[in-house]
């Protein structure tokens, strides 16, 4: 749910090439891939094979493209939001169809939206608020198309809201909005696709679990939606249902939402994280909630985030993989499950080149 360019509650980090997939925490609904529903606190590689290109996670599934431009998914889907026209759960990836033009694809708590290379969007799942953005209120366990644009871009969910960043650079949302998470002045729930303001200029859009966050072309940060643990990160606990700035700052590169928190990271390699720290997911060594951005550290070599239910993960410029935060599933990759209030590295390695979050799990490519 965590996506960079997307995540999950989280996001989704686009890149055209491929390697080999990992995961690791929660699986008890076979959302890791590996064959089984046993939790797994170090990374272990889904397959063998290193033709994957892009993730993201869901709440309880995980969704991914190939270099080959097909889609592969797995874990729950008792809403149909695997895709795969049935509402069993897999434990192990299985394709969507037989289609190789699937581009960027993104997971909320039980719908998946993806984006074709034509420019096509297309959803399935759960859709009881109006999350897969087709003008009805029913599940699909089947991919279908919303609307029939064909300059989709970028596409992030929340837990029950999409949102999605056109080529002309608009902003369009639509789903479950009690919170304001849609950004259109109003509370009402939306099953069609709806703008944001009239702006042209929105670069990049993640979605937490109410609360949504967008990057613009000029590298300003705005957040919109559920702000009671000062996710929002204007100052305030105070919800929003339009885009306020998050300070003045022109350099930030990448956002991504967690449930209750938003990290990002800026041009100049610096880290900073706000909203809900209960377990220490915003990374700055205490577990005390912050209402704006504070600097996660002082080094300036931090590449992607994503963020969870309460934890985070990042990459480093060197290729090397950190985490924090909750825990008690082994989300963190550590090769435990107690809670970590700063980073820590997974492992050892250098080349790990992507990282997503489901809920209580963690995806990456390395």
Not at 59 to 71: F, M, S
Not at 195 to 224: E, R, S
Not at 316 to 330: E, F, V
């Given at each position: 749910m965590s996506r960079l360019i997307s995540g999950g509650v989280n996001g989704s980090f686009y890149r055209g090439y491929g390697f080999g997939l990992w995961v690791w925490g929660q699986n008890t609904q076979g959302q890791l891939g590996d064959g089984t529903v046993a939790n797994k606190s170090s990374p272990v590689q889904v397959g063998s094979l290193t033709n994957w290109k892009q993730a993201d996670g869901g709440?309880?599934?995980?969704?991914?493209?190939?270099?080959?431009?097909?889609?592969?998914?797995?874990?729950?889907?008792t809403q149909g939001q695997l895709g795969d026209g049935t509402i069993a759960a897999r434990s192990s990836p299985v394709q969507v169809g037989s289609l190789t033009t699937w581009k960027q694809v993104a997971g909320g708590r039980s719908h998946t939206v993806a984006v074709k290379t034509d420019g096509t969007l297309w959803a399935c799942g759960y859709n009881n608020r109006g999350q897969l953005g087709d003008g009805t209120?029913?599940?699909?366990?089947?991919?279908?198309?919303?609307?029939?644009?064909?300059?989709?871009?970028?596409?992030?969910?929340?837990?029950?809201h999409t949102v999605v960043v056109k080529t002309d650079g608009t902003l369009w949302a639509w789903g479950y909005n009690t919170n304001g998470q849609l950004g259109d002045g109003?509370?009402?729930?939306?099953?069609?696709?709806?703008?944001?303001?009239?702006?042209?200029?929105?670069?990049?859009?993640?979605?937490?679990?109410?609360?949504?966050?967008?990057?613009?072309?000029?590298?300003?940060?705005?957040?919109?939606?559920?702000?009671?643990?000062?996710?929002?990160?204007?100052?305030?606990?105070?919800?929003?249902?339009?885009?306020?700035?998050?300070?003045?700052?022109?350099?930030w590169s990448q956002v991504a939402g967690g449930v209750f928190h938003t990290v990002a990271v800026k041009t100049d390699g610096t880290l900073w994280a706000w909203g809900s720290n209960t377990n220490g997911q915003l990374g700055d060594g205490t577990v005390a909630n912050k209402s704006s951005p504070v600097q996660v550290g002082a080094l300036t070599t931090w590449k992607q985030v994503a963020g969870g239910y309460y934890h985070t993960v990042v990459v480093?410029?060197?290729?090397?993989?950190?985490?924090?935060?909750?825990?008690?599933?082994?989300q963190l990759g550590d090769g435990t499950v107690a809670n970590k209030s700063s980073p820590v590295q997974v492992g050892s390695l250098t080349n790990w080149s992507q990282v997503a979050c489901g809920t209580v799990h963690t995806i990456a490519i390395k």
């Open positions: 709440n309880y599934h995980t969704v991914a493209i190939k270099t080959d431009g097909t889609l592969w998914v797995w874990g729950q889907n209120i029913v599940d699909k366990s089947s991919p279908v198309q919303v609307g029939s644009l064909t300059n989709w871009s970028q596409v992030a969910c929340g837990y029950s109003t509370v009402a729930n939306k099953s069609s696709p709806i703008q944001v303001g009239a702006l042209t200029n929105w670069k990049q859009v993640a979605g937490g679990q109410y609360h949504t966050v967008a990057v613009k072309t000029d590298g300003t940060l705005w957040a919109w939606g559920s702000n009671t643990n000062g996710q929002l990160g204007d100052g305030t606990v105070a919800n929003k249902s339009s885009p306020v700035q998050v300070g003045s700052l022109t350099n480093k410029t060197d290729g090397t993989l950190w985490a924090c935060g909750y825990n008690n599933r082994g």
